[in-house]
Nanobody, 119 residues
Framework: QVQLRESGGGLVQAGGSLRLSCAAS????????MGWHRQAPGKQREMVAT???????DYADSVNSRFVISRDNGQTSVALEMSHLKPEDTAVYYC?????????????WGQGIQVTVSS
């Protein structure tokens, strides 16, 4: 089991910046990919950014060049630096993690944190 806890959300004006952090605990040795997903009101959840244990990052087209994902060397936390925020970035942001395939490839989700961008 892996537990994920997000922090850092809040209200920001359009064009501003915000940093989200996520701390993992439990069987962290099982984790390969960590990342962030989000769900806006009335929309499906979508991937925002992911990063593998090797440091390979992937971004949704809508946030590429505005958001940066990073992971600490101890592999216990992941952060999302968000800049040039837009009202359409308003959503609940979820920290996510996925086990290595040999451990079953299970997905884990945090409880979510609200990010609101005002116009």
């Amino acid at each position: 089991q892996v537990q994920l806890r997000e922090s850092g959300g809040g209200l920001v004006q359009a064009g501003g910046s915000l940093r989200l952090s996520c701390a993992a605990s439990g069987n962290i040795f099982r984790m390969n990919v960590m990342g962030w997903h989000r769900q806006a009101p009335g929309k499906q959840r979508e991937m925002v950014a992911t990063i593998t244990r090797a440091g390979v990052a992937d971004y949704a087209d809508s946030v590429n060049s505005r958001f940066v994902i990073s992971r600490d060397n101890g592999q216990t936390s992941v952060a999302l630096e968000m800049s040039h925020l837009k009202p359409e970035d308003t959503a609940v942001y979820y920290c996510t993690a996925r086990d290595w395939a040999q451990y079953g490839g299970r997905d884990y989700w945090g409880q979510g944190i609200q990010v609101t961008v005002s116009s």
